[in-house]
């Protein structure tokens, strides 16, 4: 069964960053598509960013453009997240989902594309 697991979370203060990793060690994936959700406390679980490896789109959140990027790392088969200038409303438990198949532009916000994801790691960010 194919796992994934989600690193690089932590308490960070307004303005500084984190980078999000994903490993998909067996390139189960590879010409899939990866995302990131988020829950904050108390809420759903919402999208943040995602990537289609087959065109190399990417796509976010309206509140997250040009602060975080999603990207991939061909040669080490990971999936990142870099969150730069984060606010407290950023806050929330991050989590990596994949398709193994090209996700639709109109489709890939939705978790219900998505069939395999990680555990979630908890980012905070607070004064």
């Known amino acids: 069964q194919v796992q994934l697991v989600e690193s690089g979370g932590g308490v960070v203060q307004p303005g500084e960053s984190l980078r999000l990793s994903c490993p998909d060690s067996?390139?189960?994936?590879?010409?899939?598509?990866m995302a990131w959700f988020r829950q904050a406390p108390g809420k759903g679980r919402d999208f943040v960013a995602a990537?289609?490896?087959?065109?190399?789109?990417?796509y976010y959140e309206d509140s997250v453009k040009g602060r975080f990027t999603i990207s991939r790392d061909n040669a080490a088969n990971t999936v990142y997240l870099q969150m730069d200038t984060l606010k407290p409303e950023d806050t929330g438990v991050y989590y990596c989902?994949?398709?193994?198949?090209?996700?639709?532009?109109?489709?890939?916000?939705?978790?219900?594309?998505?069939?395999?994801w990680g555990r979630g790691t908890q980012v905070t960010v607070s004064s």
């Open positions: 989902a994949a398709a193994r198949n090209r996700v639709i532009t109109s489709a890939v916000r939705s978790m219900q594309m998505y069939a395999t």
């Open positions: 990537m289609r490896f087959s065109s190399n789109d990417k």
């Open positions: 067996e390139r189960t994936f590879s010409r899939g598509t």
